[in-house]
């Protein structure tokens, strides 16, 4: 079975300060892992996702992520946090050979930052 | 990528009524799955509707309170029928997402039944 954990319901970050939201994830397999972003009354929007290679994944936004294998994670990073990121972030798994299954998402993390 | 358009947006509804939402692709899809976001929680995935065949339910969802129609490749409706005020979240169509490739979204349409 699929799964994915966001221990954090909120995170409060300054503007200018870095952020992180922590997503940890259980495939049986190897994992695609994606990151989506939902402003209030919108859809998800696709930022980044990890399919294979470098760790270090680039995005929308600014954003990055970095996959660790042997920890199982996939935090989302912004070296530099802006009043306009603050929005509800999921993360989304899929094991590589499950087909066309859809996504497995986390149950969110409502980002705030402050001015 | 691709662009979904869903509507209504928004709806207040009476309980006991049926609302049937629209979500129209600007491209061919095989599937189309509909989700169901109640106030604070992630999504759900309520079913996933494949073009010339029945709609494939998740478990707690049942096609007689959700029926679904997938007409063509670009095109699906999902009603909420007989709704009740537990019925209020938004509900969100969405593509793609097979093997490496993301999932695109439509904007939601956010229900209140009353």
């Known amino acids: 079975a699929q799964s994915v954990a966001q221990p954090e319901d909120q995170v409060n970050v300054a503007e200018g300060n870095p952020l992180t939201v922590k997503c940890t994830y259980s495939?049986?397999?190897?994992?695609?892992l994606f990151w989506y972003v939902q402003y209030p009354n919108r859809g998800l929007q696709f930022l980044l996702k990890y399919i294979t290679g470098d760790n270090l994944v680039k995005g929308s936004y600014g954003f990055e992520a970095e996959f660790n294998k042997s920890q199982t994670s996939f935090h989302l990073k912004k070296p530099s946090a802006l009043v306009s990121d603050s929005a509800l972030y999921f993360c989304?798994?899929?094991?590589?050979?499950?087909?066309?299954?859809?996504?497995?998402f986390g149950k969110g993390t409502r980002l705030s930052v402050i001015a | 990528s691709a662009v979904i358009s869903q509507k209504p947006s928004r709806d207040i509804c009476q309980r006991g009524t049926s609302l049937t939402i629209q979500c129209q692709v600007d491209s061919q899809v095989t599937m189309m799955f509909w989700y169901r976001q109640q106030p604070g929680q992630s999504l759900t995935l309520i079913a996933t509707?494949?073009?010339?065949?029945?709609?494939?339910?998740e478990s707690g969802f049942v096609i007689d309170k959700f029926p679904i129609s997938r007409p063509n490749l670009t095109f699906s409706t999902l009603t909420v029928s007989n709704m009740s005020p537990e019925d209020s979240s938004i509900y969100l169509c969405s593509v793609g997402a097979s093997g490496a490739t993301e999932a695109f979204f439509g904007q939601g349409t956010r229900l209140t039944v009353v």
């Open positions: 989304a798994v899929r094991d590589i050979f499950s087909g066309n299954t859809p996504l497995v």
């Open positions: 509707a494949n073009q010339g065949s029945e709609a494939t339910y």
């Open positions: 495939v049986s397999g190897n994992p695609y």
